[in-house]
């Protein structure tokens, strides 16, 4: 399974670049990161570091716009994934992108498995069914990505399924169990992911007892 880092902080993606196989990002992360105004440079920089895809997403709302920014974001990198909406304007600029340009897209926000369908039968690269949204309004997000893995299985769809909005280390081995290709994670959970306080307790025990032999 892929595993994303969901950052635009560069500290962060330069510490943890050597166990994640690309990036995502969204409008809010680079709103906080203060460098709203010079975006394009901040992906770029992101681009040169990270060496798998770079999941990049459009602020416009139609799909005319939706293309031409697609387009330019494609530009910046040979890496860049540009990221579109499940709505109908993001679905039409996703399969125009895809068929016309051959540019990948991952098709974010999806809350259905018939959103899902329709994403595959776009084009879209990848799938992000934000599973900790549906947990916290008391659906159970990885049902959803249950559904996904059934469908895309039953027709041989080529997106790949792209967990998203993840909470813990649970999303992430439960999304890993249920097939899920790839998952997006907050730098916390990739960290808690690495740690485990029994390893460094065992470590521990292991330097102190090596070191009363000496």
């Not at 409008?27 to 992906?43: H, T």
């Not at 498995?113 to 879209?124: E, N, V």
């Amino acid at each position: 399974m892929e595993i994303f880092l969901d950052s635009v902080n560069l500290k962060e993606i330069n510490e943890l670049k050597e166990f994640i196989d690309g990036i995502t990002t969204n409008p809010s992360l680079i709103a906080k990161s203060g460098r709203k105004d010079k975006y394009e440079d901040l992906i770029g920089e992101i681009c040169s570091v990270v060496k798998g895809s770079v999941s990049v997403e459009v602020v416009a709302n139609n799909h005319e716009d939706m293309i031409e920014e697609g387009l330019r974001l494609a530009e910046i990198a040979g890496n860049i994934v540009v990221k579109l909406p499940l709505t109908r304007e993001g679905l039409i600029s996703c399969k125009k992108l895809w068929t016309q340009h051959k540019i990948p897209v991952n098709i974010t926000l999806c809350f259905s498995p018939g959103q899902a369908l329709l994403a595959a039968k776009a084009g879209a690269c990848f799938i992000s069914p934000f599973v900790g949204r549906l947990d916290d309004i008391g659906y159970d997000g990885l049902s959803l990505v249950e559904d996904i893995c059934t469908i895309y299985s039953n027709y041989g769809f080529d997106t790949k399924i792209l967990v998203a909005s993840v909470r813990s280390p649970t999303h992430v081995i439960e999304a890993a169990r249920l097939g899920a290709d790839s998952i997006t994670v907050p730098a916390k959970v990739l960290k808690q992911l690495l740690n485990h306080p029994l390893t460094n307790q065992g470590l521990a025990i292991f330097e102190k007892d090596w070191s009363t032999k000496q």
